[in-house]
């Protein structure tokens, strides 16, 4: 298997961390993502050696990007980068949770340490929208819209775009070449983004409209109608 960014989670809290660690990891299973809490004595703070050691431990290869909570801990980050750094360790600054979870989705899909970062950078918390279900009739149909590939289809499975199922959408996606977004009810979210997606709000067997650009945006909305007919793998 091709060697996948790892993430390291540093924060003052030990279960803080864990918890970002943990729910980072349920969107990216094959990624390597190490929590790093506490001051190593039980307290809150910042272990240096600690995050030293998450640091080499995360990299399989490919890198690796490294999350934090607040100033001091980027600090901290920052000087343990440092003592092992030759150019394949990544300080980011980004909402820690919504970061977490973005650099996971993009070191899932297998994407260059950089474009991890950059994915982390630029997670911004989702708004919820409103719910509204619609019922399936028909299959779905691909046309295309000034210059762009646009494909309507049915949620078929019972969540909708919660968590696991926008992370799995993002990533089926993520190697490709192309501009997606997902629109729902009047709001439309970037596809590679899984924060954007659940805040759309949109319940199994709501109707949504995916509409790509660029060179596999035929390739993008057939990975993307595969996954609906398989139910998200459900």
Do not use: C, W
Not at 14 to 36: F, H, I, T
Not at 105 to 120: K, N, P, R, S, Y
Request: no cysteine; net charge negative; proline share 3%.
């Amino acid at each position: 298997m091709t060697a996948l960014v790892g993430l390291v989670v540093v924060s003052h809290s030990r279960k803080l961390a864990e918890g970002v660690a943990e729910l980072a990891g349920q969107m990216a299973p094959d990624v390597d993502v190490l929590p790093v809490g506490g001051d190593g004595e039980g307290g809150l703070g910042t272990d240096y050696a600690a995050v030293a050691d998450a640091v080499v431990e995360a990299d399989s290869g490919a890198g690796v990007v490294v999350l934090y909570d607040l100033g001091s801990a980027k600090m901290v980050a920052e000087m343990a980068v440092e003592e092992v750094d030759d150019g394949r360790v990544l300080v980011v600054d980004a909402p820690l949770v919504e970061g977490a979870v973005a650099a996971a989705v993009a070191a899932q899909g297998g994407v260059a340490m950089a474009e991890v970062g950059v994915a982390a950078a630029s997670a911004t918390p989702g708004s919820a929208g409103q719910v509204t279900a619609v019922k399936p009739s028909g299959r779905p149909s691909l046309r295309l819209v000034t210059n762009a590939a646009s494909l309507e289809l049915v949620l078929t499975n019972d969540v909708g775009l919660h968590a696991r199922p926008s992370a799995l959408l993002a990533r089926t996606i993520a190697d490709l070449d192309a501009n997606v977004l997902v629109r729902f009810d009047g709001d439309e979210a970037d596809a590679r983004s899984v924060l954007a997606l659940m805040g759309l709000g949109a319940p199994g067997g709501a109707r949504i409209e995916v509409v790509a650009s660029g060179a596999d945006a035929e390739e993008a909305l057939r990975r993307i109608e595969e996954l609906a007919e398989r139910g998200f793998d459900e």
